[in-house]
């Protein structure tokens, strides 16, 4: 059972969009900045979004982050093939001790 | 270009030891948290020990608190793992991952490496 909740899969037709939900507390999403990796098949996960919303040199704008009181979101627009991989987000739990917390994470299909 | 590049890991016994380490270049080494981040076989990631640039602090998961110990040797760009009374369930895909911030419980994880396998099985 994680800590930050996701839905275990997303899917849409390639060219449509996604939205990803990370449902945390205060102790983690609320008082921490959040990020967003993406592991396509096979691979080692890829930094998506850090800081809630900002994305890496490289990471095209489909990819967005937002975050809302305990919660965090990431859509990805104008779905591609290739976008197909799993999507975890996290951030540092700073309540009774300091951890590191992933989601569960998203299996993404773009059908 | 940031790299980072994880030992070979291996096959162990229960109640064994292990140590795994992450080589690092292109980067100023001494300066940044690191990180271990396992993921078992069809399973999600999971967060297993930080450690400091400078100071050397360390964090630790609880499910691998008192076995394992996160150190560093800035001096040869490595990271280390070491790995004790390992678990049928410590079998997974480990990768080192570098932090943003010089400080653990500070970032994210901005690099990571291709990850190593480390099986525990009698």
């Known amino acids: 059972q994680s800590v930050l909740t996701q839905p275990a899969s997303v899917s849409a037709a390639p060219g449509h969009k996604v939205t990803i939900s990370c449902s945390g507390s205060s102790s983690n999403i609320e008082n921490n900045y959040v990020s967003w990796y993406q592991q396509l098949p096979g691979t080692a996960p890829k930094l998506l979004i850090y800081d809630d919303h900002k994305r890496p040199s490289g990471i095209p704008d489909r990819f967005s982050g937002s975050k809302s009181g305990t919660s965090a979101t990431l859509v990805i627009t104008a779905l591609q093939t290739g976008d197909e991989a799993d999507y975890y987000c996290?951030?540092?739990?700073?309540?009774?001790?300091?951890?590191?917390?992933f989601g569960g994470g998203t299996k993404l299909t773009v059908l | 270009e940031v790299q980072l590049v994880e030992s070979a890991g291996g096959l162990v016994q229960p109640g064994g030891s292990l140590r795994v380490s992450c080589a690092a270049s292109g980067f100023s080494f001494n300066i940044y948290a690191m990180n271990w981040v396992r993921q078992a076989p069809g399973k999600g990631l999971e967060w297993v020990s930080s450690?400091?640039?400078?100071?050397?602090?360390?964090y630790y998961a609880d499910s691998v608190k008192g076995r394992f110990t996160i150190s560093r040797d800035n001096s040869r760009n490595t990271l280390y793992l070491h790995m004790t009374r390992l678990r049928v369930e410590d079998t997974a895909i480990y990768y080192c991952?570098?932090?943003?911030?010089?400080?653990?419980?500070?970032?994210?994880?901005?690099?990571w490496g291709q990850g190593t396998l480390v099986t525990v099985s009698s």
């Open positions: 996290g951030t540092w739990d700073t309540g009774l001790s300091i951890h590191w917390v």
């Open positions: 991952a570098k932090d943003s911030e010089t400080e653990a419980a500070a970032g994210w994880f901005d690099t």
């Open positions: 450690i400091s640039g400078s100071d050397k602090r360390t």
